[in-house]
Each structure stands twice: as C-alpha cells, then as structure tokens.
C-alpha cells in the first residue's frame, strides 16, 4: 500500500517505520519542506520518500495527519476531498490553545477534524499509543487477541477496514471502539486514553464503557 504522511515528528515516524518494516512505501511532509527531511527518510530506507504536503495528501491509499492539532486548521482542506484520513491528533491545550467544541464536549477530537476536513473519510487510531510503543511493541507473530490492542473509531467502515489490515499486519490488535463519536472512550482524558491492553481485554472494557449504567 502507499500511505502519505502530513507529520514527520515522533508518531508519524514510529508508524511510518512500522509499516515499511511491513513492506508499504511512504511519503512525509512536515511545515519546513521535504528538504528538511532527508535524514528521516535515509533512516526509513529506500520505501521512504520526503515529499511537500499537498504530495502527501494524494500520494497514496490512505493519508495520516499527525501533527498538532491545532494545524490541522492550516491544511489544504480541499486537497482532502474523496481521501481517507488516519487521525492520530489529541487535543492539549497548553499546546493547542483552547477549542471551544472540545472544551464543551459538544465534539470529540475526531469529529473536530472530520469538520475542518469535510471531504475526507476520517479514521481515528494510534492516538492512543505512545510514539516509542508504536515503533517497539507490534508482534505480528503473536495470537490475535493477545497483542497491545489499538482502538478505531470511524464512520466509514470500508475506511476503517482498510486501517484494520494495516494493524493487524504491523503487530497490533485492531479494536473496533465504533463511529468516530466513540473516540470519545480513548481520547486525551478518558479512561482508556494511552491504555497498555491487549485486544481482547480493550474491547471488553471499551464495551463496558458502552453498556448502559
Ligand atoms: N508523541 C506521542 O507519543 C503521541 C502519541 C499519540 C498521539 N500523538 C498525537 O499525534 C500528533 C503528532 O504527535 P507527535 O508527537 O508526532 O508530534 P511532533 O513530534 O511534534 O511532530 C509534529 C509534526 O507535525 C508537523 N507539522 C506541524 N504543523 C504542520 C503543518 N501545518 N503541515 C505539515 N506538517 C506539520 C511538524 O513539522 P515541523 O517539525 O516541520 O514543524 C512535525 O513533523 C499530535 O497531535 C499528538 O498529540 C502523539
């Protein structure tokens, strides 16, 4: 698969080495320009390429927007019409600035970004995980079920069974949390938020924060 990168800092290298380890070619962006990337992608290999940021919107299957939230305003949202976006973003404010919507609860994180990109189809995933377990825990030899489980919310299951392949094949449980309102359940602040479980044991607590009472 070709997957673009808008984010070249700590999570979108972590995943982005992940999945050439898993034999899929990607391409980076960052806001100083593809120049200032060559030492990145020498380090990823030659499935690595450093490209502008409107390349890595359209490069590829999928495009994952890994940046601080509060730039995710500054993209082109155009250029996200008719692509599936992997949301990793969480909302701090002491980095981010305060978002009226999210302070409120009126909106999850994801829903947030769904709005400011509204062509795209928005996945939430690896918002959960810390960079250095991205890069360091996936065990694709391991039982199913068994594995540091990673939580998905999305509106469009096509979208997110796309990202479910890619999970599975880079070592890590997909669990399925349900619409992109479920993020809700894992995003910065919640109980699940940054949890160390297995699949099967995150998705009977995320069914736990589901069930009524
Ligand atoms: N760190 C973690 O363990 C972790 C875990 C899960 C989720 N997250 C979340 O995932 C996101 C990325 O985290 P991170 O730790 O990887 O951040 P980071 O190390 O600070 O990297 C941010 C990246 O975004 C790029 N960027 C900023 N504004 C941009 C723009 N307008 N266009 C294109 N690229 C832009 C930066 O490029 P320049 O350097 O050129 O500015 C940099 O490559 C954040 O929302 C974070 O909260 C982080």
């Known amino acids: 698969m070709k997957i673009g990168f808008v984010g070249a800092g700590n999570i979108g290298q972590a995943l982005a080495g992940d999945l050439v380890a898993a034999g899929h070619e990607v391409a980076l962006s960052n806001s100083r320009g593809p120049e200032t990337l060559a030492d990145v992608v020498a380090s990823l290999g030659e ?3 450093a490209v502008g940021t409107e390349e890595a919107i359209a490069f590829g299957d999928l495009v994952v927007v890994t940046i601080p939230l509060r730039a995710v305003s500054d993209l082109p949202a155009e250029a996200f019409d ?4 992997v949301d990793t973003c969480n909302y701090y404010p002491a980095r981010d600035g305060q978002i009226a919507e999210l302070d409120d609860d009126s909106l999850t994180e994801s829903e947030l970004v ?3 990109l509204p062509g795209a189809r928005v996945v939430k995933a690896f918002n959960s995980i810390f960079f250095k377990h991205l ?3 996936g ?3 391991a039982a199913p079920g068994t594995r540091r489980g990673i939580p998905v919310a999305s509106d469009h299951p096509a979208a997110k069974q796309l990202v479910e ?3 599975d094949e880079i070592g890590f449980d997909f669990v399925d949390a349900g619409p992109l309102a479920a ?3 894992f995003q910065n602040g919640a109980d699940l938020y940054g949890a160390e479980l297995t699949g099967d044991a995150l998705a009977a607590a ?3 924060t589901e069930a009524p009472g």
Do not use: F, P, T, W
């Open 206 to 208: 995320l069914g736990r």
């Open 114 to 116: 769904a709005r400011l």
């Open 165 to 167: 392949e890619l999970i």
């Open 82 to 85: 008719g692509r599936i976006v």
């Open 47 to 49: 499935h690595a390429q």
């Open 135 to 137: 890069a360091e825990q």
């Open 139 to 141: 065990d694709a030899a």
């Open 183 to 185: 993020g809700r359940d």
